[in-house]
C-alpha cells in the first residue's frame, strides 16, 4: 500500500546523500542501515530533525578514489527513515523506506563533513504513484532458484516468496550479491515490468557461466 506521505510530501531541492557501493534503494522497500561514522551520525541528526527526514542513497563510481574525491552514479534513490534507534555504544540502526528515485544534478558546495545533492525529481514522478496491483513474477522466481543453485546460495525461499508481488524484482536486486554495475543499471531503468526482465537476463548469465564453467571442469 502507498503511505500517504508519497502524495503529500513536498520533495526537497537540496538533501543529504549517503554514498554506499553496492547498496541501491528502490521505491516502496525498506533498507536496514548501521550508521557508525560521526560524519554520517550527524547526517542522520540533520534529517531527523527535518519533517522529511529524508536521505538519498547512491553508488560511487569508482571504490578506489579517496573519499574526499568520490564520484557519483548520477542516479540514486531516497528515502524516508521510517525507523530509528540508539544503541549503548552510540551507533544508529534506521531503516529507510524507498520513496523516489532522482537524479543527481551537483554536489552542494557545504561546511559539514557529509555530502549534500542538488537533486532532480522529475524523470522519476511515476515513483511517487506506483501501481501495487500484483504482477507475474513466477518466471523470475524459477530462474531466481536455479541462480542460487548455481551460486551455492542458501537462502530462506520461504521468506522470499512472501515478498510483495508488485515490487519483487526490486527486492530481489537489493539482496543478490550482483555487480554494482548491475544494480545500478537495475535502479536506472525506468518501469517495474522492464527491470523484472532486465534481472531475468542477468541472473540467467549467471546461471549459464556457471554451467560452462561446470563442463570445463570435466
Known amino acids: 500500500m502507498i503511505d500517504n506521505f508519497k502524495q503529500e510530501i513536498k520533495l526537497p531541492d537540496i538533501i543529504p546523500i549517503f554514498p554506499l557501493k553496492g547498496v ?3 521505491p516502496d522497500t525498506y533498507l536496514p542501515l548501521n550508521i557508525f561514522e560521526p560524519r554520517y551520525l550527524k547526517m542522520i541528526d540533520q534529517a531527523i530533525s527535518n519533517e522529511n527526514r529524508l536521505i538519498g542513497m547512491i553508488q560511487p563510481q569508482n571504490s578506489k578514489e579517496t573519499d574526499d574525491k ?18 549503548d555504544d552510540n551507533r544508529y540502526l534506521i531503516t529507510l523506506k524507498g520513496l523516489s528515485r532522482f537524479n543527481l544534478i551537483s554536489e552542494k558546495t557545504n561546511n559539514k563533513n557529509f555530502r549534500e545533492g542538488n537533486i532532480d525529481w522529475e524523470n522519476f514522478s511515476k515513483d511517487l504513484n506506483i501501481n501495487v496491483k500484483s504482477s507475474d513474477f513466477s518466471s523470475l522466481k524459477i530462474i531466481l532458484k536455479k541462480y542460487f543453485k548455481s551460486k551455492n546460495i542458501r537462502a530462506n525461499i520461504d521468506a522470499i516468496d512472501k515478498f510483495n508481488d508488485y515490487n519483487f524484482a526490486d527486492q530481489i536486486t537489493m539482496i543478490c550479491p550482483l555487480e554494482n554495475n548491475e544494480k545500478q543499471l537495475l535502479l536506472e531503468t525506468a518501469s517495474i515490468s522492464k527491470r523484472n526482465k532486465l534481472l531475468q537476463t542477468i541472473l540467467d548469465s549467471y546461471i549459464s557461466e556457471e554451467n560452462i564453467s561446470n563442463i570445463n571442469k570435466h
Request: with cysteine.
Open 70 to 87: 568520490l564520484t557519483f552514479f548520477r542516479v540514486g534513490c531516497a528515502g524516508k527513515i521510517v525507523k530509528f534507534e540508539e544503541t
Open 24 to 26: 541501491v534503494l528502490f
